[in-house]
């Protein structure tokens, strides 16, 4: 189990707690000014312009400043400087709501019209996440934004692109696939904002250690991935149950289930059971896995707050040698199960939001047998 940490120059795998993984710092690299967001560069002086801009923030006050920079047609621009050096250290540039359809400042990239679903396959993964900060996040107006990142190949620094699912796609979506709306999310998911930041400074305010998808390798800024990119060879993604915290636990009556999905009133007994227990994720899910045969399990979370029942979504319908790791505080769920055509054991991170899966990375682990392991197991192999 890996994932990558800056700091030390050589190699060193550490124990880590919450997952067992390894952690293994990278090297630096050295600055590059080509990639640039509106006509401004990472690296650029910024003292040129300082003094003729508003204000907009400070974080943190007492070293970094951020401005508000003259915008193009459609989309609104800040640059944050450090202080000491007046060096650019991040620029984003956001799509003004009432003009969908302007440039996305990377290749023909559109804010309001680029999917999620063509920015990673574009880039062949999901990103990198930094386990300081959560991948996905709920908006004032009930959406949710999902941020996706990359190094540029070559620098010190670091692409986010982050989409937006509306609160009116996600009703929606609820609508029309139910339960497997999941599987949909990234085609309705558009372009929100793009981000180019020093790596120096997203580690002072994210954290130091990055966590990888499976087959990651940096991106060409404006160009898909090179075909002379060796994809980064790594087991398996880290995220820690710490980064998707619950806000509160549900500690008042066990509401009778409902089911939305077709194939849980087969269990209704079974889950009615596991709901009297109280909650065990999420802050207020049960979570039930009910045998299928030989090995065979499914596995569906119901709220003892709401009532509502919903399928898991694993790969596999019913899924060969099962196991789940989730806790009551956080919003983080693994699941390991045999992948019966492909033979190989998958590991999948998922994430409960607003009561709808999202799926954050996933891994083959090895050879279906490996799934005789628990997770535990394969997280420390």
């Known amino acids: 189990m890996r994932s990558k940490s800056f700091g030390s120059a050589k190699l060193a795998c550490l124990t880590l707690v919450a997952l067992g993984a390894c952690v293994i710092p990278i090297p ?24 003729d801009q508003q204000v907009a923030s400070s974080k943190p006050a007492a070293e970094y400043t951020t401005l508000q920079l003259p915008s193009p047609n459609g989309i609104d621009v800040t640059a944050t400087y450090q202080k000491g050096s007046k060096k650019i250290v991040q620029i984003e540039a956001t799509r003004q709501l009432s003009l969908p359809g302007a ?14 679903s063509e920015i990673r396959s574009l880039f062949g993964s999901k990103g990198l996440l930094f386990t300081g900060i959560a991948p996905v996040t709920a908006t004032p107006d009930g959406g949710v934004t999902i941020v996706s990142s990359y190094e540029v190949q070559g620098t010190s620094i670091i692409a986010s692109f982050a989409s937006k699912i509306s609160a009116s796609s996600l009703r929606e ?24 930041a020093d790596i120096a400074y997203l580690i002072g305010t994210r954290g130091n250690e990055l966590v990888y998808d499976v087959g990651y390798a940096p991106i060409v800024w404006k160009n898909p991935i090179s075909t002379a990119v060796k994809p980064r060879q790594i087991s398996v993604a880290r995220i820690s149950p ?9 500690n008042g009556p066990i509401n009778a289930p409902y089911f939305t999905d077709a194939s849980a009133r087969n269990f209704q007994t079974r889950i009615s059971e596991g709901m ?11 979570v039930i896995q009910v045998g299928c045969g030989t090995g065979c399990s499914i596995a569906y979370t119901a709220s003892v707050r709401t009532g509502e029942v919903s399928r898991i979504p694993i790969d596999d319908d019913a899924a060969q ?21 492909a033979s190989k054991c998958h590991m999948q991170f998922l994430t409960m939001d607003e009561g709808e899966w999202i799926s954050l990375l996933e891994h083959d682990v090895g050879p279906t047998e490996t799934c005789y392991n628990s997770i535990a197991q394969n997280l420390r192999n």
């Open 28 to 51: 630096t690299f050295s600055p590059s000014y080509a990639q640039t967001v509106a006509g401004r560069a990472i690296g650029e002086d910024a003292s040129k312009f300082v003094a």
């Open 103 to 116: 440039s996305g400042q990377f290749g023909k990239f559109e804010f309001g019209k680029t999917s999620l």
């Open 173 to 196: 979506l609820k609508q029309r696939f139910g339960e497997d709306m999941y599987a949909h999310l990234d085609g309705v998911a558009l372009l929100e904002s793009t981000v180019v």
């Open 242 to 250: 710490s980064q998707l915290p619950v806000h509160r636990i549900y």
């Open 276 to 286: 009297a227990g109280g909650p065990t994720f999420a802050g207020e899910y049960a």
């Open 321 to 341: 040698y099962l196991d789940l790791k989730y806790q009551i505080d956080s919003r983080l769920l693994v699941a390991q199960s045999a992948k019966g055509a």
